[in-house]
DNA sequence: CAGAAATTCTAGCACCGCTAGACATTCGAG
DNA sequence: CTCGAATGTCTAGCGGTGCTAGAATTTCTG
């Protein structure tokens, strides 16, 4: 019965093409335009068929929102390991790095570069980012049931910084506060509620402050 | 012709009208039960009545995020002076308070008194807050022709903050990334993505860390 | 009081998420 | 190989959405 296995594999397929598509049509034009008909056109069947993958709109933001959360979580640990093996930047003066900028391999550029690499994500993938902490996906956070992704992101925040939490500060709660002034910048940033040229200094202004170094 | 005026001011009281019903309606059900249908029934008109006043759903959810933002605003300004003409709370042991509680008069009972009235006006108004920052109500931010409602509410936050900016760094540039810490955490929050017990330990954390008292 | 002007309503458009039931295809037993 | 059952897919449609053209009504004005 390999025929067997060939059509649960095709069916697979199929659903990864559904959750590719959707991602592609909402970061072309926006959830708005992920309606189930354009949706099913791309793929080339008919809405019900999506109706046989997942339960719903619902479900399929949620499986985009997994999948970005797994592309955070990597980008997040690239960007921090990067700048720990980083040591003086060659092309740049040396002299002027004196307050230790990114461009060492110590906590502060640890942590700058990982909130970079937060924001970035945020903002080169604005409809990942909406499904996984805008939109509703149908997914439960901060509780047992929590997806292994989406607890493998905090995770990826935590392995950076509990380095900085301080003395007496649990890491999960710094993690906590992190993460939602993150969220807080990346979300008023892109709706256009803070001026775009002092983005950089907000990163540093922030990280500087929570961070106990 | 004191017909004239009297129609205009019924025309006036129509539109606050179908904004207060908007917004009750939104406080009820929740902004996707605010259908133009409803709403026109609520206020015993038919739909284009509404089109007549506003130039959409998104217009009307502008109209509740100003009248949001004035409240707001008040609701910040009062919190921080209650907390500046607070001494030692006296149904509390004084000597518990040794780290400076919110009920000192201080720079540091303003801030998270401050923070907290932020965040509660987020939890105890949702859709209010989701009409100012959440949804799309075609407003425009950090630029010159931002309507004056949320522009004062920024002021109102700037006011208290200013005190705890620290030396060298723009009173503004200190409000924009505490605002955004906050709006992490009331979005955060709210979407059940943040355990609920340690709410109070975020704020008191976030507000020491980023203050320079 | 009649006609013009302003106002409001009815009815409908194109679209949404979702689904019942018709239709087609594939499979397995004889 | 055949034929009934099981599986898969599609067509068509439901009740809802935001929004608007044009009819109907009310109000104002000469």
Do not use: C
């Given at each position: ?10 069916r ?16 072309q ?6 309606t ?10 008919s ?15 949620g499986?985009?929102?997994?999948e970005g959360?797994t592309?955070?979580?990597a ?14 930047n060659?092309?740049r003066?040396?002299?002027t ?18 909130a ?5 994500f945020?903002?080169r993938?604005?409809?990942?980012y ?17 997806p292994?992704?989406?607890r493998?992101g905090?995770?990826a ?17 710094f ?10 910048l ?7 509620r ?6 950089e ?9 929570l961070?106990?170094?």
């Amino acid at each position: 019965m390999a025929a067997q296995v060939r059509k649960e594999r095709e069916r697979a397929d199929r659903e990864k093409l559904i959750v590719a598509t959707a991602r592609e049509l909402a970061e072309q034009q926006g959830w708005d335009a992920v309606t189930t008909r354009r949706l099913a056109e791309r793929i080339q069947y008919s809405q019900p068929v999506l109706y046989s993958h997942f339960r719903g709109k619902r479900e399929i933001i949620g499986a985009v929102a997994l999948e970005g959360a797994t592309e955070m979580a990597a980008a997040l640990r690239a960007a921090a390991n990067a700048a720990t093996n980083a040591t003086t930047n060659t092309t740049r003066d040396a002299t002027t790095n004196t307050a230790g900028d990114s461009a060492t391999g110590g906590p502060r550029g640890r942590v700058l570069a990982l909130a970079r690499a937060y924001l970035d994500f945020a903002e080169r993938y604005p409809a990942v980012y909406d499904a996984m902490f805008q939109l509703d996906g149908g997914l439960t956070f901060a509780a047992e049931e929590t997806p292994e992704p989406l607890r493998d992101g905090f995770t990826a925040l935590l392995e950076t910084l509990e380095d900085v939490a301080g003395p007496d500060v649990r890491p999960g709660l710094f993690t906590e506060i992190f993460w939602a002034s993150l969220h807080g910048l990346a979300t008023l940033s892109r709706a256009g509620r803070l001026p775009p040229q002092d983005a950089e200094d907000r990163i540093e202004l922030l990280v500087d402050r929570l961070s106990a170094f």
